[in-house]
Every structure is written in C-alpha cells, then in structure tokens.
C-alpha cells in the first residue's frame, strides 16, 4: 500500500513539473503564444487533473511543503514524511530531465525559479503564496463538503491565481520539488534555497492559521 502512495507522489509531481514548468519552455519556444495567463492556467489546471488522478492514493500532495504542511497539522504520519519528499522530488527530476531532452537548445533553464528582483522580495512572496495555498488545502481537506469533489478544483484555481500575480516576482514556486527538479537538470542553483525555506515556512503557518479557526493545534 505505501509503495502504491509513493509511486502516485512521484508520477503526479512528474506531471506537475512536466506540464507546469513545460508550458514555460514551450512558451519560449513558441514565441510567446502562451503567455503569463496561458502558463498561469496550464500549472493550475494540471494540479487540479493530478488531484483527482491521484489524490484518492496518496493524497496528492505533490509537493514537499505541502507534505510538511499535513504533518505539522498531524494529518500525515512522520513515517511517510521522508518517502514522500523522496518520490517528489525523484518525479520532478524526472521531469525536467524529460523536458531537457526534449528541448536541448532551451534557454530558459527548464523553468527554473528565481527572483525578478531582490531575494527577500521573492521568499516574502513564496512565503505568502505558500501559506495561502496550504489554508486552501486545509480547508478543503477537512470540510466533507470540498473533500473529493471539489478539492481539485479549490486547489487548481488557488494556484492559477498565485501564478498570476506571483509568477512575475519570484516565479510563484510554491514548491521545492518543482523548484528543484529543472535547478538540478540545468545546474542553476541560484537563489535556490528561497523556495524550500519560504514554502515550507509559509506552509507550516497556512496550516497554523487554518489550525486556528478550527480549533486545532498544529505540531
């Protein structure tokens, strides 16, 4: 059952990274024809196809903060913390390996996050983002209403609007893994470690905050 679940964290962050960060490469590649809106929509609507391919496996988190997020708030089990990061991150690599072979001659760097302008700029907004995107999960995690119907849905559009207004200042990660997955296959680490402090932080406090308003306590 457990190598079911990680199996679906790594295909489903395989897709996340390949369509998301893809529709950047191929927006260059095509001269623009995408757009901001056009890439913005591709990672929302991606994540929104992952959750209800895979979410009723693994949960669909595809994504080691939000992987953090689940934990902190006592929704995962610290025994399939590691493995779960562990696929995610393999699946993003995968990914932007795939997108490299593809496109050899990309100058883009594969879609690799880094800030427009200065670097505390860029984690207060991943920092932001991030816990905004994990209130939204929490919420839609917990309330039978959302949960399994319209998770998906919540989760995709939360994302799109994020890309929107994040993706011009610190590329609107979001997510070590798929920050991770084109800085390794391209070898640019600049400023990488705004987007695993900033989400994970921003995570742990979109579940704090959640945590809050329902009476919870988070670790």
Do not use: C
Not at 92 to 98: K, L, R
Not at 156 to 182: C, Y
């Amino acid at each position: 059952m457990r190598a079911r679940k990680y199996a679906a964290e790594a295909i489903g962050t395989f897709f996340l990274v390949f369509a998301g960060t893809g529709a950047i490469v191929v927006d260059a590649f095509s001269g623009g024809k995408l757009g901001a809106v056009g890439v913005s929509l591709v990672f929302g609507l991606i994540v929104l196809a992952m959750i209800y391919a895979v979410g009723h496996v693994s949960g669909a988190h595809l994504n080691p903060a939000v992987t953090v997020g689940f934990w902190s708030a006592g929704r995962h089990p610290a025994s399939e913390f590691l493995p779960y990061v562990a696929a995610q991150l393999a699946g993003a690599a995968a990914a932007s390996g795939a997108l490299r072979l593809m496109f050899p001659a990309d100058a883009t760097g594969l879609g690799a996050t880094v800030p427009a302008g200065s670097a505390a700029q860029a984690f207060a907004m991943e920092f932001a983002l991030t816990a905004l995107l994990m209130f939204v999960i929490m919420g839609v995690a917990t309330d039978d209403r959302a949960e399994g119907t319209m998770a998906g849905i919540a989760i995709g559009a939360t994302i799109a609007l994020e890309a929107l207004f994040g993706g011009p200042v610190s590329g609107a990660s979001m997510n070590p893994a798929r920050s991770f997955g084109p800085a390794l296959v391209s070898m640019r680490f600049d400023a990488n470690w705004i987007y695993w402090v900033a989400p994970v932080l921003g995570s742990l406090a979109g579940a704090w905050a959640y945590g809050l308003i329902r009476g919870q306590k988070p670790l």
